[in-house]
């Protein structure tokens, strides 16, 4: 592929999410938006419109035009999506989480396998500019709170809050602590649909970092935020306003110094990162192993809460 040749790009799905994968692909200057796969036909009509592309009516034909597919569709159909396009010769972002179970994830690994294809998961937060602050700073961390909690909203319950939103902090803390998971504790409630809307997990990894995760889609608040623990400092930083401080110890004191965080959209900047990863054929900072491994993490938190643990 030419250094000045666009990346021609499609999407399948496109509601709350897609459209804003959409609008992205059509807005950036390495990438050309060329179509979409959707089913209802109002709101296809209405994305073609507004961004000028194609709507396909098979994912075999939207593969053949495209180099590259973001796969935006509902958890339990990625696999389903994923499959044939990786086929027809397309690179993948997929959603987080990667898919709703192991089975399912070692299909979409072989397929790409194959087909010789880039799978990159969207695990957004660690394109977040606050991620990149954490990975710089986050050097022995030995505990580590996070806290996610939303206001109901029913796209999203086909799966339970773990996979739905606990999964984020999950692929975070495994990239930040970079040790073997060696116990979980785990309890969730089902508030308003059919599986766990609220959930906390306790994570102890073989290093002796600990991790303390709460999740909640049935809050009254937004809260995204994260705090890291280490010797002699400790960090906090919120993801949905791009903020946070530092805390470290100076003689018997801490001293408190605000972090100086680029704010910019996450989406663009992950999307952005994938058409450079398409381009010169690299690897995905979420690539599907660790999206796997995310995957993994929650199904086993999921078991625990739903008892089969």
């Known amino acids: 592929m030419s250094e000045d040749s666009k990346i021609r790009c499609g999407v399948v799905g496109t509601?709350?999410?897609?459209?804003?994968?959409?609008?992205?692909?059509?807005?950036?200057?390495?990438?050309?938006?060329?179509?979409?796969v959707e089913a209802d036909d109002a709101r296809a009509a209405e994305i073609c419109?507004?961004?000028?592309?194609?709507?396909?009516?098979?994912?075999?034909?939207?593969?053949?035009?495209?180099?590259?597919?973001?796969?935006?569709v509902p958890t339990d159909k990625h696999c389903e999506v994923a499959v044939p396009l990786l086929q027809g010769g397309c690179h993948l972002?997929?959603?987080k989480p990667l898919c709703t179970s192991l089975e399912e994830a070692e299909k979409i690994l072989t397929a790409a396998k194959a087909?010789?294809?880039i799978v990159q998961v969207g695990h957004i937060e660690h394109y977040n500019p606050v991620m990149g602050y954490l990975e710089s700073a986050v050097?022995?961390?030995?505990?580590?709170?996070?806290?996610?909690?939303?206001?109901?909203?029913?796209?999203?319950?086909?799966?339970g809050v773990v996979l739905d939103l606990m999964i984020h902090d999950l692929g975070v803390i495994l990239a930040l602590v970079r040790s073997p998971v060696k116990s979980v504790e785990a309890v969730g409630v089902k508030v308003l649909s059919g599986s766990e809307d609220i959930a906390n997990a306790r994570i102890t990894f073989e290093s002796g970092c600990v991790a303390n995760i709460n999740t909640s889609r049935v809050s009254m608040k937004k809260v995204r935020e994260i705090r890291v623990f280490q010797p002699a400092n400790y960090l906090s930083l919120d993801f949905m306003n791009q903020a946070g401080h530092f805390l470290r110890k100076e003689g018997h004191e801490?001293?408190?110094?605000?972090?100086?965080?680029?704010?910019?959209?996450?989406?663009?900047?992950?999307?952005?990162?994938?058409?450079?990863?398409?381009?010169?054929?690299?690897?995905?900072?979420?690539?599907?192993?660790?999206?796997?491994?995310?995957?993994?993490?929650?199904?086993?938190?999921?078991?625990?809460?739903?008892?089969?643990?």
């Open 115 to 117: 087909a010789g294809r």
């Open 254 to 309: 801490l001293v408190r110094e605000e972090i100086p965080i680029e704010k910019d959209e996450p989406l663009k900047l992950e999307l952005e990162s994938f058409a450079q990863v398409v381009r010169e054929t690299g690897q995905p900072k979420v690539g599907a192993e660790l999206g796997k491994s995310a995957l993994e993490l929650a199904i086993q938190i999921s078991e625990l809460i739903h008892g089969r643990g």
């Open 139 to 159: 050097t022995a961390p030995q505990f580590i709170t996070a806290d996610r909690l939303a206001p109901f909203n029913p796209r999203g319950t086909e799966v």
């Open 49 to 72: 419109g507004l961004y000028n592309c194609r709507r396909f009516e098979t994912l075999e034909a939207l593969a053949e035009a495209c180099d590259a597919v973001s796969v935006v």
């Open 15 to 36: 509601g709350y999410l897609g459209q804003h994968h959409a609008r992205i692909y059509a807005a950036l200057e390495s990438t050309e938006l060329v179509g979409i």
């Open 93 to 95: 972002l997929i959603e």
